[in-house]
């Protein structure tokens, strides 16, 4: 069965819970409901019945509880233009049957808001002076008889992309009702369609307003934020600086994944060890807008900043230059092998393929649940690290023996992989989605596509040089070139070592 459901808990009252009644229909399979404790659904033409927790319900008496709300939706599931495109979602679109209460508070905390209007700067819809005006009124009402239950806002499930909840209707009631101190308002939930479950991953995430972040935030904190900067600039720690009106400085993080917050929280160390290093729901991620926020005391702030990471972004600068100019330097001007059998570049490339496979295996033996994937990517760097040993250094045996060594070595990786093929799709996924993966296609064709094209003899036979000078430059070239790709790919296993050793140092804080 196909049921819609909000992206968020509602704490509504759980006194408004005494008129719905329990559902009563056909049986709704376990897998296609949330796991929260109570579950409300709504549907067009019904009454809202509740699905789970009548129990919750009147343990938390006049209290409030946290409801997750499902709905049938009235588009279809493969219909996935009317769920999309907002004019064709609204003429299917449904209210609930009944209305509930829930504080402005928490709307504002959850950022369901599109955009923050105040009484002062009302929608510019209409003359501002009549708007204006109706404002002022809207404050008076409330002040003297308070919130009109007549008159509620309006919540659509799954607005966003068909995954994200949104206000649609209450914008300005809200702000009234927090500047008037209205501690409960009127609430209605509309739904239409949902996108499967299984686009959901894919769906772009909804903007979310700066100034509905920041009020959402203030509203956190209990108090105003004098500065509210965007941060501009990849490798900050934070997206915003929020300057509290008692002082201080706050960095603010966005996620779009729980777990990479969860993740995150725990590379923030506290300078003096203190652990309560969160000051938003104690440093635990809180849903704003769709968005995970954490938010932390910008000066205890340190995001990837540790010796490995740093390590890890030194070594393509210090490495690239050392290996391939300091290499070629010498072979030509010192040694004058102009890269041949024994020379100090051949020596480099097998060096830097060793070394990668070194650090891979080394990978595959303390990661279990990712070994067989670590484990083939090191047969394959210890494959090219045979071949150039065998072929450019020593020259054992012709290019035919070289390559029939490379091949049982990668058979054997091949063999080890398909034997545990859960832990090497999962160490393959995790190298592909390693931030400097696009260095390893690069090495690859480097090392076998590029160094064949620049040392082709059309390109420096037309050089006013000899025979012999022409073979030298040509093999300067191509070493040079094959180089270039052996240290790129060493930087690679090298940045992608130290990352996994940052986040398993993380983990076990």
Same mark, same amino acid.
């Given at each position: 069965?196909?049921?819609?459901?909000?992206?968020?808990?509602?704490?509504?009252?759980?006194?408004?819970?005494?008129?719905?009644?329990?559902?009563?229909g056909?049986?709704?399979?376990? @897998? %296609?409901?949330?796991?929260?404790?109570v579950?409300?659904?709504?549907r067009?033409?019904?009454?809202?019945a509740?699905?789970?927790?009548?129990?919750?319900?009147?343990?938390a008496g006049?209290?409030?509880? %946290?409801?997750?709300?499902?709905?049938?939706?009235?588009?279809?599931?493969w219909?996935?233009?009317?769920?999309?495109?907002?004019p064709?979602?609204?003429?299917r679109?449904?209210?609930?049957?009944?209305?509930?209460?829930?504080?402005?508070?928490?709307?504002?905390?959850m950022?369901?808001?599109r955009?923050?209007?105040?009484?002062?700067?009302?929608?510019? @819809?209409? &003359?501002?002076?009549?708007?204006?005006?109706?404002?002022?009124k809207? &404050?008076e009402?409330?002040?003297?008889?308070?919130?009109? %239950?007549s008159?509620?806002?309006?919540?659509?499930?799954?607005?966003?992309?068909?995954?994200?909840?949104?206000?649609?209707?209450?914008?300005?009631?809200?702000?009234?009702?927090?500047?008037?101190?209205?501690?409960k308002?009127?609430?209605?939930?509309?739904?239409?369609?949902?996108?499967?479950?299984?686009?959901?991953?894919?769906?772009a995430?909804?903007?979310?307003?700066?100034?509905?972040?920041?009020?959402?935030?203030?509203?956190?904190l209990?108090?105003?934020?004098? &500065?509210?900067?965007?941060?501009?600039?990849?490798?900050?720690?934070?997206?915003?600086?929020?300057?509290?009106?008692?002082?201080?400085? =706050?960095g603010? &993080?966005?996620?779009?994944?729980?777990?990479k917050?969860?993740?995150?929280?725990?590379?923030?160390?506290?300078?003096?060890?203190?652990?309560?290093?969160?000051?938003?729901?104690?440093?635990?991620?809180?849903l704003?807008?769709?968005?995970?926020?954490?938010?932390?005391?910008?000066?205890?702030?340190?995001?990837?900043?540790?010796?490995?990471?740093?390590?890890a972004?030194?070594?393509?600068?210090?490495?690239?230059?050392?290996?391939?100019?300091?290499?070629?330097?010498?072979?030509?001007?010192?040694?004058?092998?102009?890269?041949?059998?024994?020379?100090?570049?051949?020596?480099?490339?097998?060096?830097?393929?060793?070394?990668?496979?070194?650090?891979?295996?080394?990978?595959?033996? =303390?990661?279990?649940?990712?070994?067989?994937?670590?484990?083939?990517?090191?047969v394959?760097?210890?494959?090219?690290?045979?071949?150039?040993?065998?072929?450019e250094?020593?020259?054992?045996?012709?290019?035919?023996?070289?390559?029939?060594?490379?091949?049982?070595?990668?058979?054997?990786?091949?063999?080890?992989?398909?034997?545990?093929?859960?832990?090497?799709?999962?160490g =393959?996924?995790?190298?592909?989605?390693?931030?400097?993966?696009l260095?390893?296609?690069?090495?690859?064709?480097?090392?076998?596509g590029?160094?064949?094209?620049?040392?082709?003899r059309?390109?420096?036979?037309?050089?006013?040089?000899?025979?012999?000078?022409?073979?030298?430059?040509?093999?300067?070239?191509?070493?040079?070139?094959?180089?270039?790709?052996?240290?790129?790919?060493?930087?690679?296993?090298?940045?992608?070592?130290?990352?996994? =050793?940052?986040?398993?140092?993380?983990?076990?804080?």
């Open positions: 069965m196909f049921l819609g459901w909000s992206s968020r808990t509602y704490p509504l009252d759980a006194a408004d819970f005494a008129a719905v009644e329990d559902y009563s056909s049986e709704i399979p376990a @897998r %296609d409901l949330p796991d929260d404790e579950v409300l659904l709504i067009r033409g019904r009454p809202d509740l699905l789970r927790g009548r129990e919750a319900v009147r343990a006049d209290g409030v509880v %946290d409801v997750r709300i499902v709905f049938e939706p009235s588009i279809a599931k219909n996935l233009l009317f769920t999309l495109v907002r064709l979602r609204n003429m679109r449904f209210k609930c049957s009944q209305t509930y209460h829930i504080a402005p508070e928490a709307v504002r905390q950022g369901l808001e955009a923050v209007r105040t009484l002062d700067d009302p929608h510019a @819809r209409g &003359k501002i002076e009549k708007r204006r005006a109706k404002m002022a809207l &404050k009402s409330l002040s003297t008889t308070g919130y009109d %239950d008159f509620p806002i309006n919540v659509m499930l799954c607005r966003s992309c068909g995954v994200e909840d949104s206000l649609r209707q209450g914008h300005h009631r809200i702000s009234a009702c927090l500047e008037c101190g209205v501690q308002m009127a609430v209605c939930f509309s739904a239409a369609g949902a996108l499967p479950r299984v686009f959901r991953r894919i769906a995430k909804p903007p979310l307003g700066v100034d509905v972040l920041r009020n959402a935030i203030e509203s956190r209990g108090e105003p934020i004098a &500065k509210f900067i965007p941060v501009d600039g990849t490798g900050k720690g934070v997206d915003f600086i929020a300057v509290p009106k008692s002082g201080g400085r =706050i603010v &993080k966005l996620l779009g994944d729980i777990h917050a969860r993740r995150l929280v725990h590379s923030c160390v506290p300078d003096d060890g203190d652990e309560t290093t969160g000051v938003l729901n104690g440093g635990e991620p809180v704003i807008g769709g968005r995970f926020v954490l938010g932390f005391r910008y000066s205890r702030w340190r995001a990837l900043h540790t010796p490995l990471a740093l390590a972004g030194l070594a393509p600068a210090l490495l690239l230059p050392v290996l391939v100019v300091g290499a070629l330097a010498i072979d030509v001007a010192v040694m004058r092998t102009a890269c041949g059998e024994r020379s100090l570049v051949a020596w480099s490339q097998f060096g830097a393929a060793g070394l990668s496979a070194l650090l891979m295996a080394v990978l595959a033996v =303390i990661e279990r649940r990712s070994r067989a994937g670590y484990a083939f990517m090191a394959l760097f210890a494959a090219m690290a045979a071949y150039e040993l065998l072929r250094v020593l020259n054992v045996g012709g290019r035919a023996v070289s390559v029939v060594a490379v091949c049982v070595v990668v058979a054997a990786g091949v063999a080890a992989a398909v034997f545990a093929k859960r832990s090497a799709v999962r =393959i996924k995790r190298v592909v989605a390693s931030r400097s993966f260095a390893l296609p690069f090495a690859f064709v480097s090392i076998w590029v160094s064949k094209l620049v040392s082709m059309a390109i420096w036979g037309a050089l006013h040089l000899s025979a012999d000078e022409v073979a030298s430059v040509r093999r300067v070239v191509e070493e040079g070139t094959e180089l270039l790709g052996y240290a790129v790919l060493l930087c690679w296993a090298m940045s992608f070592f130290f990352g996994r =050793i940052a986040e398993w140092r993380r983990s076990w804080r």
